[in-house]
């Protein structure tokens, strides 16, 4: 019972977890402007990022040791220290963004300007990552952050012409509206949203937080092959709302009001409320994670003691370094930029750091001193060496099109 438990609750998280605010501004932007002919690259991502989850989570479980760790022993300082760099600033991009993400949702919920609501969404974050088990944090945010499943309901109430949204996302075609590198740029976005370097990193320390050993290598493939692609159908209601509501009026999306705008033409102030409790609780639950992702990476990569199984004062650099992070973010968003602009970017420079990450996993689960008899099959490096190369590709691509399309304007 106590396994079906941890497998029920990882599900679930993994769901929360996966429809952060950079899924969502992504998703409904491309809903907005594109309807469903880019569901395709969320299929794309959501099978990427179960593939080198679950590397990763079984490098955790077979070794003992995180990830983050075992890149720098195995790849040297160099290859690691490029690995850390990269991934820690795109997670402290999107750090600054889930903050945000909170203040917006408070000020949709409270009309309280979102400067004001920044100190405090800053605030709590660090205190839950002082004062809160790693269990209680995870499972509480991710459970709440599937109130977001009224995206889904939300679809069905508004009776759409369903053959219309099947023919798009079967047959997808850029709309005449629109620039083919637009297109290409949200492409390399919602890319960037689905495989966001962070969530590998949290999951192989999560799989430590909470202890895993090679027994516990089925929970890992169900918390990946079963949360993450369901977050993925969440991913596709969201568009799939933007598409039907906000397409058809021309209706761009610049704020978190527009995001939520189906929603309460479906459903009501019921719904509307139902969604900005998931809105607040999945950008609140990846606040948490990003901000424990930048911890992990520098404590991993020094040596330092980690984990919130040790009190603060026993891992006192690693406290010190998610309370600098959440401390930076929120100063960022208090210059009054755009939450909404630093999302869009951080997805995108997500791509951009993609090849730097899941590369050393690669390596690192094909190393038997390692992993022993549980290095990938050869299946699994044949669709590895495929992902490879489009991960590559959506990297150098990203800047380009950036550039070429003012940041999809």
């Given at each position: 019972m106590k396994r079906f438990f941890a497998v029920a609750l990882g599900i679930l998280t993994a769901i929360g977890g996966f429809v952060d605010i950079g899924d969502l501004v992504t998703n409904a932007v491309v809903g907005a402007r594109f309807g469903l002919s880019l569901v395709w690259v969320v299929l794309v991502g959501v099978v990427g990022i179960c593939l080198f989850a679950q590397m990763s989570g079984r490098v955790a479980a077979v070794s003992g040791r995180a990830t983050f760790e075992i890149i720098r022993e195995r790849l040297g300082p160099r290859v690691g220290g490029a690995n850390l760099v990269a991934s820690f600033l795109v997670t402290l991009l999107t750090l600054t963004a889930e903050i945000g993400g909170i203040a917006l949702a408070l000020e949709l919920a409270s009309s309280v300007e979102r400067r004001l609501w920044i100190p405090f969404a800053g605030l709590a974050v660090w205190l839950v990552l002082w004062r809160v088990k790693f269990s209680v944090l995870e499972n509480v945010a991710g459970l709440l952050g599937l109130t977001l499943v009224v995206f889904a309901v939300a679809l069905f109430q508004?009776?759409?012409?369903?053959?219309?949204?099947?023919?798009?996302?079967?047959?997808?075609?850029?709309?005449?509206?629109?620039?083919?590198?637009?297109?290409?740029?949200?492409?390399?976005?919602?890319?960037?949203?689905?495989?966001?370097?962070?969530?590998?990193?949290?999951?192989?320390?999560?799989?430590?937080?909470?202890?895993?050993?090679?027994?516990?290598?089925?929970?890992?493939?169900?918390n990946v092959l079963i949360g993450f692609p369901l977050g993925g159908l969440l991913s596709v209601a969201i568009a799939g709302c933007a598409a039907v509501v906000l397409l058809p009026r021309g209706i761009e999306v610049s704020t978190l009001s527009e995001i939520t705008l189906p929603v309460a033409l479906a459903g009501g102030k019921l719904l509307l409320a139902l969604v900005i409790l998931g809105i607040v609780a999945a950008t609140f639950g990846a606040a948490l994670e990003t901000a424990l992702s930048t911890g992990y990476t520098l404590a991993q990569f020094f040596g330092w003691s980690w984990g919130k199984y040790h009190r603060p004062a026993q891992a006192a650099r690693f406290h010190t370094a998610m309370a600098v992070a959440?401390?930076?973010?929120?100063?960022?968003?208090?210059?009054?930029?755009?939450?909404?602009?630093?999302?869009?970017?951080?997805?995108?420079?997500?791509?951009?750091?993609?090849?730097?990450?899941?590369?050393?996993?690669?390596?690192?689960?094909?190393?038997?001193?390692?992993?022993?008899?549980?290095?990938?099959?050869?299946?699994?490096?044949?669709?590895?060496?495929?992902?490879?190369?489009?991960?590559?590709?959506?990297?150098?691509?990203?800047?380009?099109?950036?550039?070429?399309?003012g940041a999809g304007g």
């Open positions: 508004l009776g759409p012409d369903w053959g219309e949204l099947v023919e798009q996302a079967t047959r997808p075609q850029v709309p005449a509206s629109e620039p083919v590198p637009t297109y290409w740029y949200y492409a390399v976005a919602l890319f960037g949203a689905a495989m966001t370097p962070y969530e590998v990193f949290f999951f192989s320390s999560g799989a430590r937080e909470e202890r895993w050993t090679v027994k516990d290598l089925s929970v890992s493939r169900a959440v401390l930076v973010g929120t100063l960022v968003l208090l210059t009054n930029v755009d939450p909404v602009a630093v999302t869009e970017y951080s997805v995108v420079f997500s791509a951009v750091a993609l090849p730097l990450t899941y590369l050393p996993i690669l390596v690192v689960a094909n190393d038997r001193e390692y992993m022993g008899d549980h290095v990938n099959g050869r299946a699994t490096n044949a669709l590895g060496l495929v992902y490879l190369v489009v991960i590559l590709a959506a990297s150098l691509a990203a800047i380009p099109l950036m550039i070429a399309t």
